[in-house]
Antibody, heavy 121, light 107 residues
């Protein structure tokens, strides 16, 4: 059974750092694109970042570029999002999602339950 | 970045009704368009990929159409479990932008 379990969300002060984890089971991360998507309280979905299965391609939204870093531990089958220089506007539930990129078409077929990041003084 | 514009922002309907939500891209995305359903406090779930491909396990009352810049999601014979927020998403190019969401409420 495919499962994605996020953790690491917390209350952090502006300017602080946090690392989110997304533990995958039931499939191997290296065979899929993986994404981070966030949702501010009461707002819509915002794509954050993507990492290709072989790690050869990484992309970020302009809103987080230079502050967030996506990475992966293949041995632990776990995806990470390192978030530095956090801002109040980064407050959101953060989801990881799997993308099979089948036949050149991307969609997010499995999502984690989300982890809440609150940036506030 | 490709902008995705959904309409309506919110709509109310009754069980058994047929509803259509539209999504417009700021440039052609061919058929790289996905639809998601999100219920309060839950992660989104994909309903339709590549504009019209119904995901496994999704009821056939859901359908998607369109290509280029204009797309639609239609739900026929609304069921109580269909009242949720729906998002379109383009997967043609990163950043994979979402529409602002369409909240479907019970009339």
């Amino acid at each position: 059974e495919v499962q994605l379990v996020e953790s690491g969300g917390a209350l952090v002060q502006p300017g602080g750092s946090l690392r989110l984890s997304c533990a995958a089971s039931g499939f191997t991360l290296t065979n899929y694109y993986m994404h981070w998507v966030r949702q501010a309280p009461g707002k819509g979905l915002e794509w954050v970042s993507r990492i290709k299965g072989d790690g050869g391609s990484i992309n970020y939204a302009d809103s987080v570029k230079g502050r967030f870093t996506v990475s992966r531990d293949n041995a632990k089958n776990t995806l990470y999002l390192r978030m530095n220089t956090l801002r109040v506007e980064d407050t959101a539930v953060y989801y990881c999602a799997r993308d099979p990129d089948f036949g050149g078409y991307s969609d997010f077929d499995f999502w984690g339950q989300g982890t809440l990041v609150t940036v506030s003084s | 970045d490709i902008q995705m514009t959904q309409s309506p922002f919110s709509l109310s309907a009754s069980v058994g009704d047929r509803v259509t939500i539209t999504c417009r891209a700021s440039q052609s995305i061919r058929n790289h368009l996905n639809w998601y359903q999100q219920k309060p406090g839950k992660a989104p779930e994909v309903l339709i990929s590549a504009a019209s491909n119904l995901q496994y396990g999704v009821p056939s009352r859901f359908s998607g159409s369109g290509s280029g810049t204009d797309f639609s999601l239609t739900i026929t014979s609304l069921q109580p479990e269909d009242f949720a927020t729906y998002y379109c998403q383009q997967s043609y190019d990163v950043p994979y932008t979402f529409g602002q969401g369409s909240k479907l409420e019970i009339k």
